[in-house]
């Protein structure tokens, strides 16, 4: 990758308050739940990880899937406490005196969700290979709107609206493989989902693709996802070919650039974090 792109125009509160108190005991490492421990020896990249919101997004639950509007003003996350399946839809609000945050209850039980680039529509998984469903912020009250998965017969999760309607996903049973996809929006529903990096080797899940053209994502190539150099956060730009690998952040995701490309939202199951890109080095 050749250098940082400008991505998104916005700006994002950060708080940087210590925070005031501990998670609860983590859980033995499992495909997609906390492994916020891991990796962190000896890696300033890791030690620059600041909490977005201490008490407010980031609480004493666990925090999970964080997706931001374009402007900054409307992020979206899970949050969970012992049952990682049974994880609930939350939405924040910034405010001038900071953010305001309140659950999504209509969502139901979800496996992780997203918002839309405008703050205006959001698309929720039910499981790691579940059902896509889309609502959109109608008079105030966020409605169910289309069944994504009912319209396409595709199921899959970590989804990503795109500006253009079409919709970025995991799908671990894809045409080609496990890997992330991009299911294309027609005038009449969805065409076939395109493949954009299927792996034999591992998991790459957590997509997110920029409006540069750039594809984050998180790329697990052992089963233990957070040992072994490599694991991690990685992006493909523009004629690369192979995907680069982001300052060896260790195994986390829900990787998103923010601040015009100055830094990077992300998680570790347990917080809504952020780092700055000029930390960051690719390998």
């Known amino acids: 990758m050749k250098g940082w792109r400008p991505v998104l125009s916005f ?36 030690s620059a990880l600041q909490i977005v919101a201490p008490g407010i997004v980031s609480t004493l639950e666990s925090e999970t899937s964080p997706s931001i509007s374009r402007d900054g003003k409307t992020i979206v996350f899970a949050r969970y406490g012992e049952d990682w399946s049974q994880k609930r839809g939350y939405i924040g609000s910034r405010q001038p005196t900071g953010w305001k ?11 992780n969700l997203s918002v839309s680039s405008d703050g205006q529509s959001i698309i929720t998984a039910s499981s790691n290979n579940g059902e896509l469903n889309r609502f959109d912020r109608l008079n105030g009250k966020w409605i169910k709107t289309e069944s994504i998965s009912a319209i396409s017969g595709v199921t899959g999760s970590y989804p990503q609206l795109l500006d253009n309607g079409d919709v970025l996903l995991y799908d671990p ?30 998991v790459a899940f957590d997509g997110f693709l920029d409006d540069t053209g750039c594809l984050y994502f998180t790329w697990c190539k052992t089963d233990a996802c957070i040992v072994e150099k490599g694991d991690g956060v990685h992006c493909i730009c523009g004629n690369d070919t192979e995907p680069e690998l982001l300052s ?36």
């Open 11 to 46: 700006v994002f509160a950060i708080a940087c308050a210590t925070y005031l108190l501990s998670k609860a005991e983590r859980r033995p490492v499992t495909f997609g739940e906390s492994t916020s421990d891991a990796g962190q020896v000896n890696n300033p990249a890791v």
């Open 173 to 202: 049973d894809g045409n080609v493989g496990g890997g992330i996809y991009r299911l294309p929006c027609t005038r009449t529903g969805y065409a076939s989902p395109v493949h954009l990096f299927v792996t034999k080797r591992g």
């Open 248 to 283: 060896e952040l260790g195994y986390r995701w829900g990787v998103q650039p923010f601040d015009e490309g100055t830094k990077l939202l992300l998680t570790d199951g347990d917080d809504i974090l952020s780092v700055t890109t000029e930390r960051l080095e690719t390998h």
């Open 101 to 111: 945050v309140q659950q999504l209850s209509t969502l139901g039980p979800i496996y």
